[in-house]
């Protein structure tokens, strides 16, 4: 089986606090650097994902918007 290129797989150990450690591989390939803010997104049957870091701001912008979208519709609804 060939990878495609850009693409990867890691394993990591989950601590006792739930936390773990990006891989630096995976932290150089999409350029997380200590102090940076990331975002985390779940889904109970895809699992888990983190997504670039230029994205944040869309997927922010997207889960407030609907947010948003939701508040109006219960106001004027």
Do not use: C
Request: hydrophobic fraction near 40%; avoid cysteine.
């Amino acid at each position: 089986m060939s990878i495609p290129k850009g693409k990867n797989a890691w394993t990591v150990k989950i601590g006792e606090k739930g936390q773990f450690v990006i891989p630096k591989e995976a932290r150089d390939m999409l350029g997380i650097k200590p102090g940076d803010t990331i975002i985390v997104l779940g889904d109970e049957e895809k699992g888990i994902a983190i997504p670039p870091k230029e994205m944040m701001n869309k997927y922010i912008s997207m889960i407030f918007g609907e947010i948003a979208m939701g508040e109006e519709v219960e106001k004027h609804g």
